[in-house]
């Protein structure tokens, strides 16, 4: 089969507005009908990955659509880059906690702002600017382990 430039963008265009499994089994059509060395002139000619052309062959042959893992993509969460970072969030706020008062509930207040733990975080536990993550998610943070950012309350005197 003869590849003019006009197959080649109809082939192209065809196949970036399919998505997923009906993409590669066009894909894996197409080459098939490319015939002999069919992979290697399509990854050559129309750009095409050799991987996702035998995936799509293999599900050609049977008959079985491999499913995509997409919900697995995407930004991971930051206790997947830095471990430790939650340990030293909680050994930073713990040291300026205390418990409510008059212990109607078991929240805890901290004097520190999202700020603040992030700045003592780069000083005193050595990371850097760029490893850690904005103040917004440190006060997430900070509320998943159960602090209230919010000012100390003091005790109220009793009136008489």
């Known amino acids: 089969m003869q590849l003019t430039e006009s197959l080649k963008t109809l082939f192209k265009d065809t196949a970036n507005r ?7 089994i066009f894909i894996a059509q197409t080459v098939r009908e490319l015939g002999v060395g069919g ?13 996702l052309i035998r995936k799509g062959e293999r599900e050609l042959a049977s008959g079985i659509t491999c499913i995509d893992n997409v919900h697995a993509r995407g930004r991971k969460r930051v206790e997947q880059h830095l471990p430790n970072l939650l340990h030293d969030i909680r050994a930073l706020a713990d040291s300026e906690s205390q418990a409510d008062p008059q212990l109607r509930h078991a929240r ?53």
């Open 39 to 51: 992979q290697r002139r399509a990854e050559r000619e129309l750009a095409w990955n050799r991987t």
């Open 18 to 24: 399919l998505a997923g499994a009906d993409r590669r």
């Open 108 to 160: 805890l207040y901290t004097r520190l702002t999202a700020k603040e733990v992030r700045r003592q975080l780069i000083a005193l536990k050595g990371y850097t600017d760029e490893q850690l993550p904005c103040e917004e998610t440190i006060r997430i943070k900070l509320n998943e382990l159960g602090f209230v950012l919010r000012q100390v309350q003091k005790t109220l005197p009793q009136k008489n």
